[in-house]
């Protein structure tokens, strides 16, 4: 398959039969052998360097006349081969110094007197290599060029005598003069500027500091801890009396948790402590939005860490929620168990338990998070064939599959708090487990949209989906009922037993 190609060196187009490594063809517009490279779809490339005679060599009589003086500019000189070359070379340059150094005193000398006549031109001498003063000749544009650059401080003014221009110094012993006048006039300048300032802080600076300056100087730790002790108290003052203005009758008339909610944070910790302190453990695991953050705030933490890092989740608006008190019991010991209602937006509310641990009250996070030996998530992914504890709450169904029947098994639903979770149980009629369930639906019911409650926590294991005709679900089996209570043991009620 042919293939038509550019030249690389001239751009006409070059015909292969066959595209090929090997291939070489000749370029109709320059002559130039050309070769085909695998992958180059654009260009053919010449087989040599080699040019024809079709191309000249450029002549450099045609370029402008200035080309010759940029190519005599830059090219090497050839200097006399010799020993003594380069001390020659540095006596050539040591005397252009000194001429310059004698010139540009003579034109400081007659600046200093007022002269604006126009200094003659430095004295040149010339070497033996077409060299002015060590440096080489240049063009008329090269000339202007020197002569903007900046000149060089005058050496050794002190010299007298006529053609004092001519004179070379030594540029071994010659220094560098500064110019001592502006100097003077520049520190001259500075001092009178600051002297009206000086003598305006004297007087303030032997006075010393005075009142907050003076306390802050010699006592600086001791004077900013009260004046945040004093700023504190101002801002609790001050929301303590916007709140008791703003009260409406009714808010001060009210009794019980509900106005234990509404009050401020400041307010319950003077009147109530304990409930505040409950208050702000609880704002605090809301808040958090880590399990290491959160940590801080959970109930006996030690003992569920692994199950706590494993399940825990921040809610999904962390300060943004509605913190309410619904009920506060005592627990053993005298100290206060608080139930807190938290609304989010967009989520069905939950219930937060605050429990005490030592001096300081914990958020009981498993009551939360509805969390038993494993989460409801856990335990509809893993169907356990062993039974595990769960959290839930119960209420009696009327539903029954193979090979549970009406006489021997009793049906119930098992949900979670929000409803959105929920399976097929069944417990031996009559057995420890269904008459605990029983007499809580009897003595401590909760109600929901439709029907009442209790929660408890049960042993149950996974039996098998419902049959296809039911629906879709899951049947478990329960176990054992170890409490219809989700809080620890040393919190619940007395148990009733059995008659």
Request: contains cysteine; proline residues 6%.
């Amino acid at each position: 398959m042919a293939v038509t190609l550019k030249c690389a060196a001239c751009g006409a187009d070059v015909e292969f039969e066959e595209p090929s490594s090997t291939e070489e063809a000749t370029c109709p517009g320059c002559e130039v052998r050309v070769r085909y490279r695998e992958g180059d779809k654009q260009m053919a490339i010449p087989v040599s360097m080699a040019l024809p005679d079709k191309f000249q060599p450029i002549d450099l009589d045609s370029v402008a006349d200035k080309s010759s003086l940029l190519v005599g500019r830059y090219r090497k000189q050839v200097e006399d081969s010799g020993s003594g070359n380069s001390d020659l070379v540095l006596a050539k340059a040591l005397e252009t110094l000194a001429s310059s150094i004698g010139h540009l005193e003579e034109r400081l000398t007659r600046h200093e007197q007022g002269e604006t006549d126009e200094p003659d031109a430095p004295p040149e001498s010339t070497g033996g290599n077409g060299q002015t003063n060590g440096v080489k000749v240049a063009s008329d544009d090269d000339q202007d060029i020197d002569e903007d650059m900046d000149e060089v401080v005058q050496l050794d003014p002190d010299e007298e005598g006529e053609g004092r221009g001519t004179i070379k110094a030594d540029p071994v012993g010659a220094r560098v003069l500064v110019r001592r006048e502006a100097a003077r006039e520049a520190q001259q300048f500075r001092r009178e500027g600051h002297a009206d300032w000086d003598d305006h802080s004297h007087g303030a600076r032997s006075r010393g500091p005075t009142g907050f300056g003076w306390l802050m100087e010699h006592y600086p730790k001791a004077t900013i801890l009260i004046t945040l002790l004093l700023a504190g108290g101002l801002i609790v003052m001050t929301m303590a009396a916007m709140n008791e203005m703003f009260a409406t009758p009714a808010d001060r008339d009210k009794v019980g948790p509900e106005k234990e909610a509404g009050k401020p944070l400041s307010q319950l910790m003077t009147d109530d402590p304990e409930a505040a302190m409950a208050e702000t453990m609880a704002r605090g695991f809301l808040n958090a939005t880590t399990a290491k953050s959160a940590e801080p705030f959970i109930f006996e933490v030690e003992a569920i860490r692994e199950k706590f890092e494993r399940y825990y989740q921040p809610i999904p608006t962390p300060g943004e929620y509605d913190l309410k008190l619904k009920s506060r019991a005592l627990a053993p010991g005298g100290q206060s168990v608080f139930a807190y209602r938290v609304a989010m937006p967009g989520e069905d509310a939950r219930m937060l338990v605050v429990l005490p641990e030592g001096q300081m009250p914990k958020v009981f996070w498993e009551f939360f998070a509805e969390v038993g030996d494993v989460s409801w998530e856990d335990f509809m992914a893993q169907r356990p064939q062993e039974p595990v504890a769960m959290r839930v709450w119960v209420y009696p169904g009327d539903n029954y599959f193979k090979p549970y029947d009406r006489d021997d098994w009793q049906s119930y639903i098992l949900h979670d708090y929000a409803e959105n979770r929920k399976v097929y149980a069944f417990a031996d009629r009559g057995a420890s487990g269904d008459w605990r369930i029983n007499d809580a639906l009897k003595n401590e019911p909760v109600q929901f949209n439709r029907h009442s409650a209790v929660m408890a926590l049960v042993k149950m294991t996974y039996r098998s989906d419902l049959p296809a005709a039911a629906g879709s679900g899951v049947m478990v089996e329960i176990k054992e009922v170890v409490a219809t209570s989700w809080l620890p043991e040393r919190f619940q009620a007395p148990r009733k037993e059995k008659k």
